[in-house]
């Protein structure tokens, strides 16, 4: 059987009842379906059969996906079981709650065989389930894991680099060094940062414009808890991927200051931002109130005047 040029993984912890669109994105890509495969890396054993389910609910003839249990809970064991399972010159990997482009699998191999690139990875669009509160504008993107590079195709400059849901890599680079996992979710913990070495100017980034994905943004992801929240991890995932092996809990009294002075200052960023948006409504609304009054101002003068002029 021939070997796929690309494996796309997704890390899945109990997911199986979000991941079919995601599933239904990869098998149904506009690709020649024997240049990749779809692996699934489910993270409980305990959902395996659930995962299996599904998988098969979304099989097509030309596309298969494969599910494999990783029983060590954590996304970077997840990771690294993804790596030694697939089959694939490059390996992509994508959230169980984001859905592809039907050209992504197109595009992304174009790129592989028009450049060699180290790293691949695209934009990440959201796809908001219900309408975000105005204070959470574009500045709020990274805590919903949301990246935009631009219109076009480019390599990547220094400093820049592509988030964990639509970033691969090739099987050299990966082989060469697996996921931290230190690093990484496990459970209820936000902890990431375990795919930022992959931003290292050492390597070859190559941004693929048209390789795109729409990560699902919840409700739930958008309240000051959760984003507080990320900002919170967002700090400790740096001291982490920093090389310090410290517990978090055993951290010196100067680093929990640091991050729970980041907390603090996340709780008033959202609270100035909410306050901001209030102060702007009530000042339109002063405004519209003074245009209304003078609007029906001069309808009275109007109507004044012509009854004065019907007397005349």
């Not at 209030?278 to 109130?289: G, K, N, Q, V």
Request: aromatic share 8%; charged share 25%; hydrophobic share 40%.
């Amino acid at each position: 059987m021939k070997e796929p040029v690309l494996s796309i993984c997704i890390c899945s912890l109990a997911g199986a009842d979000r991941i079919s669109d995601t599933l239904w994105s990869l098998v149904c890509q506009s690709a020649d379906p024997s240049q990749y495969e779809v692996l699934v890396i489910e993270n409980d054993p305990e959902a395996a059969a659930d995962m299996h389910r599904v998988a098969e609910g979304v099989q097509r003839p030309e596309t298969r996906v494969r599910v494999v249990v990783e029983p060590q809970l954590g996304l970077s064991h997840a990771r690294n079981r993804a790596i030694a399972e697939s089959r694939g010159d490059y390996i992509l990997f994508i959230d169980d709650d984001a859905t592809a482009s039907p050209r992504l699998v197109e595009h992304y191999l174009d790129a592989i065989a028009n450049h060699a690139p180290d790293v691949i990875g695209g934009n990440v669009h959201p796809h908001f389930d219900s309408m975000p509160p105005p204070e959470l504008e574009y500045s709020w993107w990274p805590c919903w894991s949301l990246k935009h590079f631009g219109p076009h195709d480019r390599w990547l400059d220094d400093g820049e680099y592509f988030l964990g849901t639509n970033v691969g890599a090739s099987r050299a680079v990966f082989e060469a060094r697996s996921f931290d996992t230190q690093l990484g979710r496990k459970g209820d913990s936000l902890v990431g940062g375990e795919e930022w070495y992959l931003g290292r100017s050492e390597f070859m980034r190559r941004f693929v414009s048209g390789a795109s994905v729409y990560h699902l943004v919840t409700r739930a992801r958008m309240e000051p808890g959760y984003l507080v929240k990320r900002m919170y991890y967002g700090t400790l995932s740096k001291k982490l991927s920093e090389g310090d092996s410290t517990p978090a809990g055993q951290f010196s009294v100067l680093d929990r200051l640091l991050i729970h002075a980041r907390r603090v200052m996340g709780q008033l960023v959202l609270l100035a931002r909410r306050l901001d948006w209030f102060l702007r409504i009530a000042t339109e609304r002063r405004r519209f109130l003074r245009a209304q009054a003078a609007r029906d101002a001069a309808a009275r003068k109007a109507s004044d005047g012509a009854n004065t002029g019907a007397r005349a």
